[in-house]
């Protein structure tokens, strides 16, 4: 157990320095080509408004992202599929959390972190019980997994996974875009 920890933890950093790399190495390619250094965020005020339209796009995007990992849980190692996971998380979070800092500074961190919260808490949990269960049913190969004693969140993984995305979708679709226009009132 304290390998897989170690390896998540050696791929979090790895992807969080190689996308802060990247995006520092685009960017100063980007600005000696005549790129103009903009606000994404500040400038497009807009982008978080909290509307009926939102939330069906959030829900489909969502949905689907939901959906491969679900398919690649099954189809991958369970390891390969967490390992492989977190350089991207990580490689993103990096990418992004560079350009707002290099735009903005210290509020363009404020603002990234804001940005997931609160539906990524939803998010991470149905990623966490979508991975433990994959690992279990993974172990478990040739026993009588499925009327054996389980727990609650074991018997009905699925079903809260669902619920946890779609509760995260709303958060994201209604309470984000309040909870972000406020921190840019901040900014302004």
Same mark, same amino acid.
């Given at each position: 157990?304290?390998?897989?920890?170690?390896?998540?933890?050696?791929?979090?950093?790895?992807?969080?320095?190689?996308?802060?790399?990247?995006?520092?190495?685009?960017? %100063?390619?980007?600005?000696?080509?005549?790129?103009?250094?903009?606000? /994404?965020?500040?400038?497009?005020?807009?982008?978080?408004?909290?509307?009926?339209?939102?939330?069906?796009?959030?829900?489909? %995007?969502?949905? %689907?992202?939901?959906?491969?990992?679900? /398919?690649?849980?099954?189809? /991958?190692?369970?390891?390969?599929?967490?390992?492989?996971?977190?350089?991207?998380?990580?490689?993103?979070?990096?990418?992004?959390?560079? /350009?707002?800092?290099?735009?903005?500074?210290? %509020?363009?961190?404020?603002?990234?972190?804001?940005?997931?919260?609160?539906?990524?808490?939803?998010?991470?949990?149905?990623?966490?019980?979508?991975?433990?269960?994959?690992?279990?049913?993974?172990?478990?190969?040739?026993?009588?997994?499925?009327?054996?004693?389980?727990?609650?969140?074991?018997?009905?993984?699925?079903?809260?996974?669902?619920?946890?995305?779609?509760?995260?979708?709303?958060?994201?679709?209604?309470?984000?875009?309040?909870?972000?226009?406020?921190?840019?009132?901040?900014?302004?």
């Amino acid at each position: 157990m304290e390998r897989r920890r170690f390896f998540a933890g050696l791929f979090l950093m790895v992807g969080l320095i190689l996308g802060s790399l990247f995006t520092n190495f685009v960017y %100063k390619d980007y600005l000696a080509y005549g790129g103009q250094i903009d606000s /994404l965020v500040l400038n497009n005020k807009d982008l978080y408004v909290s509307s009926a339209s939102l939330l069906p796009y959030i829900l489909f %995007k969502r949905g %689907k992202q939901y959906g491969i990992l679900f /398919l690649a849980g099954y189809l /991958l190692q369970p390891l390969v599929f967490l390992f492989g996971s977190l350089f991207c998380l990580a490689f993103f979070l990096g990418s992004m959390l560079s /350009l707002q800092i290099i735009q903005m500074g210290l %509020k363009g961190l404020i603002i990234v972190l804001f940005g997931f919260f609160p539906h990524f808490i939803c998010y991470g949990i149905s990623a966490a019980l979508l991975f433990r269960r994959n690992v279990q049913e993974s172990q478990k190969e040739g026993t009588d997994f499925y009327y054996g004693s389980r727990s609650f969140s074991e018997r009905f993984s699925v079903q809260l996974e669902i619920i946890l995305v779609i509760i995260g979708c709303i958060l994201e679709s209604y309470a984000n875009p309040v909870l972000m226009e406020e921190v840019l009132k901040l900014f302004a």
